[in-house]
Each structure stands twice: as structure tokens, then as C-alpha cells.
């Protein structure tokens, strides 16, 4: 395995998804915007990170925590019956089957080895639909870390079943009641509850976002995605990709993802929540200790997002995405509510895989765009990012209600 | 040296200690009066809170009334006309993220400040090594950018948020957000650490939520910043007698 950073100590300085500047920016995006009380927080775990993902012997126990542990490598699995239907050749690079049901755990595998190599014996999260938190929830107790998860409390209602895993694993579960009460504020609440609690514990955040290093180390440490795929699509005969496509949040399987693809002639494309669109739909700005592209009103203040996948339901977006959208490398669609609940429905029924709303989102990008924007006989990949069984009992009734 | 710390400069050299009581702009139709109500029992100068939706650096007290400012309809332009309306004359300082300055603009945002009789910002998210651009256009409009300085600041960092400091330096007394609390803090020894490299008037703020905290605080300090402890009286429904009978009781403390 070839870990970014080590290709950008021998690559050239205009490759895309190498490292950020040093104090963390990716071109006009990025940086370190948070209070005093944090900054040596944030420059302790710059160089923990750097000279951990520079070890041999960490990167050799984080590979042999995901093979091991985490279920590593995910298959890629061509999706034949859809493939046919759509007149494009899909591949799916399988996230859902890793353990904890998403692509999350290949971060937190990551950032709880890292907790205990700082000498932390606690870590903090924040969660939207649960993914993020119990994947922290789960390398925690594995590690034997304590772990206290924030997550808003429209989140822990449409996601209970989330909640009690969550507990399950040991993990304390704090409501988040706190302006809307969703995503946004869960991470503001994990930022005020670091404040008081650097010294013994790590704030371990789930996307590509945040202040530096978090944008950066997080997409390193789900680049595993990319790098496998690359090789396993080459394994699999595919000589030229056309596009990888991924749905968007924060943005973290997008990152990494695109990051094995980024200097191929490969279009990367995120897709969006309708009601969560920083690209769409935002200007650039400041948040959670980033400057990224953001929703927000004439005034500078916040929008509150809204979709159906509380996974996606975040008003900005990781800085580097920010970045390679103005630049032009990767494209962002939005897809709203309404198409994701038959994508799903789509993908379970033509190829078995419950994809979670979150991934459905791509799903219904493809099953929009084919034939238009992926010109037919294209092939593509679909970075199938997390499994729908935390969403089954919304799917259902979601579908109960229309009949 | 901007207007702002020559003046809290002279304020020290009498021996005075200042008293620094902070406003959610707009949390009520009265706040201007609640400023006035503030600085006619002895404040020296006042923050005035700028609402933003998602304030990182503040506990749920100061987080409520920003919340409530907001559905007020409070904008910068609002609250700035409204502190043209002041009857007063003492330092006005903004304390807001800086999410509301990058999106009305930096210079425009300077500009209106000073225009607004403004004379210094805090701005808690805007470390110095993403300030340059808000210094430069801060430094035109005599606008005084004040850093501050928490416990946890190591001896090269605070060295270098007390050179840039402008007006005052800022010494958090807890590793915590804005709020209440009853343990005595680190403001002491973040006060002294800040002297032994600077002579700039040195305030302590974050949980001084009574009259003893901020005696105990002004031993060491310049001055204190009381923020939630003052916020809760009005979001109880005080009124300006109220605010006058709370900053009255910290000014006979510390002096």
C-alpha cells in the first residue's frame, strides 16, 4: 500500500489531493480558525499525525487493524443489472461491507491508534446519522478508550437504533439541544466540550473537515478507498475510468475515493443533498474552524440544512472539496429528497445491495445522468459508501406514507 | 499605538482597574439602554456582542441570546445604527467570529465599525496566523485587534499573541467556553506569564461570574471582562436598573 503523503514527498508540486500548506491550506480554502484554547491542540496533533503517518511502524499497524479488524480490502463489485438498465458499465467500491457498515471506520481506525500514541485515553466525536459515531464508538472500545459521542437530538430520534449501538459499545451518547439540533450543532457542542478537555483527550472527527490537520489527515486516512479501487479496477481489466462518483457531506468517502483517482484522466464527481448543497448552493466562509464554502444568509449567518439522510445534512463541506470544485478538478450535483427513496429502492432491487440514504444519493445522480451527463458506454465508479440498514425503519415509513 | 490602548493605558496609570462588562447586541429592544445603564455605574468600556448562529467559544447562556438577538432581526448594520444612538463615551470594542466580518467584508466591516465609534475587536476564532488580512484592514480604521491568551498558550505562542495584542491581552482564566463557573481558574498565572513578556494592560475574562472573582482577579489584573454572569440578568428579564445594580456591585469590589 502507498500512502498519500509519501507519494507527495516524490511527486511534483501541482498534482491535485497532495499535502495542504503548512498552515493548512488548500488554495483559498482550509486553515486553522479556532480559539486560542485549541491551537496547541490542533499543532500537537499536526506533528503527532505527521510523524505517525511517517512510522513505519504505525502505518503497519493501522493496515493490519483495517485487514484484520475492519474487513479491508472491500471488494469492488461490478453492478451488472444496473450497468445493462443504464447503458454505462458501474463498479462499485463496496465501503458497506466494511465493519460498522460504512467507510467511517477507516478514519476512526486511524485517529483512536493515533489517541493512544499522543498518551490520550479519550476520545470525542460528533455524528449525524450515527455512521461516524459508532464506528469511534467501536475502534474505541477495541483501544479500551473512553468515548463520549454528541449528537444532535433529531439525529438520536431518527437514529435510534444508532443510539443504543452506540451504548452498546460503551460508548455515552449526549443529545445535542442546541440550535438545529442536527449535524452543525452536534460538532459545535464536540468544539465547546474539547475546550475543556484537551490534556486527556482526542476530539476525533469524522470527515474531511474542521481545522488543520483534520481536513487533510482524515482524507489520508480514508485514501485507502481510492488506492485499493485503483488497483482492483486495473486487476479487474479496467484500463480507463471515466468517473468516480460519491455523495457528499462533509465529504469524506468522496475524498477518499477521488484521492486514488486524482491525477488520472478521471472525472470526480460529488454528489450533494439538495438541502445540504455548500457547493450549489453556498458562498465562501468561515466554520467549525475552516474556511470552506458554506450556506449561509446575506448576513453571514449559518443556514440550517435539511435532507432526508441525516448523514448529509451539513451547510458546508470539507475545504479541499471547496477547493477542487472552484479549481475546476472534481464536479458537485445536488440531488433532492424525493429521488433518493427510489434509488434505493433501485439498487436493492436490481443488484441486492441496500445501499443508506446517504449513498443513494449518488445512486440517483447515475440513474438520472446516464445517457446525459455520463455519456453512454462510460465507465464508472460508484463508491458505495455505507449499507441502509440504519434506515430501514425511515425507508419504510417514508413508503408507507405514499401509498 | 490605536486610540484604544493609549486610552486603557492611561486609564491603569491612574490606578484605576477597569471593568469591562459585555452585551449581546439586540437581545432586547432596550439593549442600548442596558449599555448606558452599564457605563453610568462605572464601566470603563463595554463589549458589544455581535450574534452569530453558531458561537463556538460561547456557553449556552451567551449561545441563548444570540439566538434570541438574531430572531430579533439583529444585522450589523442594525445594531451599528443603534450604537450611534449611545449617550456615552466610553471604548466600544466587537466581539463577534469571524464568519460576520468575512462575509460583510473586512474593510466594509472596519469601516462601519469605526464609523460606529468601535475602537477595538475580538474576534475568537481568528488566530494570528489567519489574521493578517482582518490586521490590515483593521489598522487603517483604528480599529485595536485584541488576541487572547488561554492556559493552555505555550511561552512561544504567548509571546506572540502579547506583541500583536493591541488595546489589551485577553487572558482566558478557564479552558473552557463563556460561562458561570465557581473554581478560582488560571487567570493568575496566565496574567503573569503575559507580563513577563509585555506591558500591555492585561484583562481576565471567561467565568467571572461575581463581585469576589473579580476582586481576585483584579489582584493580578488590569481589569476583568464579565460576560454570561450579566447576559442571565437581562435574559431573567432585567431591565437597566438591574444591569446598573450588577456592574455596581463589581466596580465596589475592585476598587
Given at each position: 500500500m502507498l500512502f498519500r503523503s509519501e507519494r507527495n514527498e516524490v511527486s511534483d508540486s501541482h498534482t491535485f489531493m497532495s499535502a495542504p500548506d503548512e498552515r493548512g491550506h488548500f488554495g483559498d480554502f482550509g486553515g486553522r480558525f479556532v480559539p486560542e484554547a485549541l491551537m496547541p491542540a490542533c499543532l500537537e496533533l499536526e506533528t503527532a499525525f505527521i510523524d505517525a503517518w511517517r512510522d513505519p511502524s504505525f502505518t503497519t499497524e493501522y493496515r493490519q487493524v483495517l485487514r484484520e479488524f475492519a474487513g479491508r480490502p472491500t471488494p469492488v463489485t461490478p453492478l451488472d443489472r444496473l450497468s445493462e438498465q443504464l447503458g454505462i458499465r458501474i463498479f462499485a467500491?463496496?465501503?458497506?461491507?466494511a465493519h460498522t457498515g460504512s467507510h467511517k471506520i477507516n478514519n476512526v481506525v486511524g485517529q483512536t491508534l493515533l489517541t493512544k500514541r499522543m498518551g490520550k485515553h479519550r476520545v470525542i466525536a460528533e455524528t449525524g446519522a450515527g455512521q461516524h459515531g459508532v464506528a469511534t464508538a467501536t475502534a474505541s472500545a477495541r483501544l479500551g478508550l473512553e468515548c463520549t459521542v454528541y449528537m444532535g437530538e433529531i439525529d438520536t430520534e431518527r437514529q435510534a437504533l444508532n443510539v443504543f449501538r452506540m451504548e452498546l459499545l460503551g460508548a455515552t451518547v449526549v443529545p445535542v439541544t442546541s440550535g438545529s439540533r442536527t449535524l452543525k450543532d452536534a460538532v459545535n457542542e464536540a468544539m465547546r466540550e474539547w475546550v475543556t478537555c484537551v490534556d486527556d483527550t482526542h476530539y476525533c472527527l469524522g470527515s474531511v473537515m474542521g481545522p488543520h490537520p483534520f481536513p487533510w489527515m482524515v482524507r489520508e486516512m480514508q485514501s485507502i478507498i481510492g488506492i485499493e479501487a485503483a488497483q482492483q479496477l486495473k486487476d479487474l481489466g479496467v484500463e480507463n475510468l471515466d468517473m468516480v462518483v460519491a455523495c457528499v457531506g462533509g465529504g469524506s468517502n468522496a475524498a477518499g475515493v477521488f484521492a486514488g483517482f486524482a491525477n488520472a484522466p478521471t472525472r470526480l464527481v460529488g454528489i450533494e443533498a439538495a438541502g445540504g448543497s455548500a457547493v450549489g448552493k453556498g458562498s465562501p466562509g468561515v466554520l467549525h474552524g475552516m474556511k470552506s464554502l458554506l450556506m449561509q444568509d446575506e448576513f453571514g449567518q449559518i443556514e440550517e440544512a435539511y435532507s432526508i439522510s441525516a448523514g448529509l445534512d451539513y451547510p458546508g463541506i470539507g475545504p479541499e472539496h471547496a477547493y477542487l470544485a472552484r479549481s475546476g478538478r472534481a464536479e458537485y450535483f445536488a440531488i433532492g429528497d424525493s429521488d433518493v427513496i427510489h434509488a434505493l429502492q433501485v439498487l436493492s432491487l436490481s443488484e441486492g445491495i441496500i445501499p443508506a440514504l446517504e449513498t443513494a444519493h449518488a445512486v440517483a445522480w447515475l440513474l438520472q445522468e446516464a445517457g446525459k451527463e455520463i455519456p453512454l458506454g462510460s465507465t464508472v465508479l460508484l463508491n458505495l459508501s455505507g449499507r441502509g440498514d440504519k434506515d430501514v425503519a425511515q425507508v419504510r415509513e417514508i413508503l408507507r406514507g405514499q401509498r | 499605538m490605536k486610540s484604544l490602548e493609549t486610552h486603557l493605558r492611561a486609564l491603569r496609570s491612574t490606578g484605576r482597574k477597569a471593568l469591562v462588562p459585555y452585551f449581546v447586541a439586540g437581545l432586547t429592544p432596550d439593549w442600548i439602554q442596558h449599555v448606558e445603564a452599564a457605563v453610568h455605574a462605572g464601566a470603563d468600556a463595554v463589549e458589544i456582542g455581535i450574534p452569530f448562529s453558531d458561537p463556538m467559544m460561547d456557553g449556552v447562556v451567551i449561545q441563548g441570546a444570540a439566538l434570541r438577538a438574531l430572531e430579533a432581526g439583529t444585522t450589523l448594520d442594525s445594531l451599528c445604527a443603534q450604537l450611534l444612538t449611545l449617550s456615552t463615551s466610553v471604548p466600544l470594542i466587537a466581539m463577534t467570529y469571524y464568519n460576520i466580518f468575512h462575509h460583510y467584508g473586512l474593510e466594509r466591516s472596519t469601516g462601519k465599525l469605526q464609523s460606529s465609534g468601535v475602537s477595538g475587536a475580538i474576534?475568537?476564532?481568528?488566530p494570528p496566523e489567519e489574521a493578517s488580512d482582518w490586521m490590515k484592514a483593521s489598522a487603517s480604521r483604528d480599529i485595536a485587534n485584541i488576541f487572547m491568551v488561554a492556559p493552555s498558550t505555550p511561552p512561544e505562542r504567548l509571546g506572540r499573541l502579547a506583541r500583536l495584542s493591541e488595546g489589551f491581552c485577553y487572558a482566558s482564566?478557564?479552558?473552557?467556553?463563556?460561562g458561570k463557573s465557581s473554581e478560582s481558574g488560571q487567570g493568575r498565572r496566565v496574567v503573569e506569564s503575559i507580563r513577563a513578556v509585555s506591558d500591555i494592560p492585561t484583562y481576565i475574562g471567561i467565568g467571572i461570574s461575581t463581585p469576589n472573582q473579580a476582586r481576585e482577579a483584579c489582584e493580578v489584573s488590569d481589569g476583568v471582562i464579565v460576560g454570561s454572569a450579566l447576559v442571565q440578568v437581562i435574559l431573567n428579564g432585567g431591565g437597566a436598573d438591574d444591569v446598573e445594580n450588577f456592574v455596581t456591585s463589581f466596580r465596589r469590589s475592585i476598587d
Open positions: 467500491k463496496r465501503e458497506d461491507l | 474576534v475568537p476564532d481568528l482564566a478557564r479552558m473552557a467556553v463563556t
